[in-house]
């Protein structure tokens, strides 16, 4: 559904969301370094073997991310 909110770790290979905000402000400083913005668009490229960590690219480069951390990047899709 557009317009919905849920987060990063919940986003299936190939989709684009942007991101709104984050749900833990300590970890939300070292996301925003890496480039997860606010208003920045995030694609979501693949999950390891395991399911964990996942790969999406934010900012113009692919980063790599536990799916603790990434269920902390809100976003709308």
């Known amino acids: 559904m557009a317009g919905s909110s849920k987060n990063v770790a919940e986003m299936h290979p190939g989709e684009v969301g942007i991101v709104s905000g984050f749900t833990d402000d300590h970890l939300s400083v070292k996301l925003m ?3 997860c913005l606010p208003g920045a668009a995030v694609r979501f490229n693949f999950t390891a073997p395991f399911g964990d960590p996942v790969c999406i690219s934010v900012s113009g480069y692919e980063l ?13 899709d």
């Open 33 to 35: 370094e890496m480039g």
């Open 64 to 76: 790599s991310l536990r799916l603790e951390e990434a269920a902390t990047i809100s976003i709308l």
